[in-house]
């Protein structure tokens, strides 16, 4: 396999693994934005793939499932708005509660969910249909950048999101309020603007977008249930959204760095590469980097005064009542 091939294929599978880690990241920056920490993406993401799969499995409807797996998303991220607007409970030990039910929940679940021939369990068992990768004729062919036109519908609705999701935050009169909530929700208060509204609303957005993004694994990445598929992804989104400075035109750039060295062990145990790097490393290499990332963003913020500082009222409770 020459260079040319190995980085097309490279490309390729870094597109699909970023691709869920996109959908779910743009849903934690809106989250964030409106002043609401979720930590619970690792188990939203894990219960939309179970979601997403079983229904997938069931029915054999790809759309249903991804309708299944948003919903499933949904009533998660209500609880934790529930708690952390309503009752004003510390968004950290809300959103690792619902980490930890999530994912456990959802290894419950896939050992029941599975035909009677294999005892109910879902885990190991393959879809017969998936989002298979859709390709754009001539498009395709161009090397190297002709994997971008090689991908399922579920990349390709990223290419509209990502613009649209940028734009509606800061330019539009609805982005301005989801700033404005997050920055000073006093403020947006004696505006009229309803914060505990604004708030459920996004955080509810937020979860459909980390459901969407387990699926995306389930449904076409891995068309598969294994448990613990997320692999500690839910915890990347996080550190990405602290990469692309809570800006999602940024988003992008993140999860093509995070979803290539991710994909890069398995493009190279495709090619038959031996190299000195032990596989383990690569496997670890994601999660090290995201650590060096962090540390990296937390010395640049310090230095350039806040150049990536967070929203000012995320994780504070907001006790006004604003009816």
């Known amino acids: 396999m020459n260079a040319i091939d190995f980085t097309t294929r490279l490309l390729a599978a870094t597109l699909a693994m970023g691709t869920s880690l996109t959908y779910a990241t743009l849903g934690e920056v809106y989250t964030e934005k409106t002043g609401v920490l979720n930590l619970g993406m690792e188990g939203t993401m894990l219960l939309g793939a179970l979601a997403g799969f079983a229904t997938a499995f069931k029915t054999g409807n790809l759309l249903l499932a991804l309708l299944m ?6 009533i998660l991220s209500l609880i934790h708005a529930f708690l952390c607007v309503t ?3 510390n968004q950290v030990v809300s959103g690792l509660a619902i980490t930890m039910f999530g994912s456990g929940l959802a290894n419950f679940l896939g050992q029941r969910l599975g035909p009677a021939s294999n005892r109910y369990n879902l885990t190991g068992m393959n879809l017969s249909s998936k989002f298979s990768n859709i390709a754009i004729p001539y498009l395709s062919d161009i090397p190297i950048i002709g994997a971008l036109f090689d991908v399922s ?3 390709y609705c990223l290419y509209f999101l990502v613009p649209f999701a940028w734009f509606f935050l ?5 982005g301005m309020v989801i700033r404005a909530v997050g920055e000073n929700p006093r403020t ?6 309803s914060v505990s509204r604004v708030r459920y609303l996004y955080t509810l957005i937020g979860g459909m977008l980390a459901g969407l993004g387990g699926a995306c694994l389930s449904l076409s990445f891995i068309p598969s249930w294994n448990e613990g598929m997320t692999g500690g992804k839910g915890w990347i989104v996080i550190a990405l959204v602290i990469f692309s400075a809570w800006n999602p035109a940024r988003v992008v750039i993140g999860t093509l760095v995070f979803g290539g060295i991710t994909s890069l062990q398995f493009s190279i145990q495709a090619a ?6 032990p596989a383990q490393f690569l496997g670890l290499s994601p999660y090290l980097i995201t650590l060096l990332v962090l540390v990296a963003m937390t010395i640049i913020a310090e230095k350039r005064q806040g150049a990536f500082a967070s929203p000012s009222a995320l994780g504070s409770s907001f006790a006004i009542d604003d009816k």
């Open 87 to 89: 009752m004003r409970a």
């Open 153 to 155: 519908i579920l990349t």
């Open 170 to 174: 800061y330019k539009t009169r609805h």
């Open 272 to 277: 038959g590469l031996k190299l000195m790097i």
């Open 188 to 193: 947006a208060a004696a505006m009229g603007i």
């Open 69 to 74: 797996a948003m919903g499933v998303g949904a």
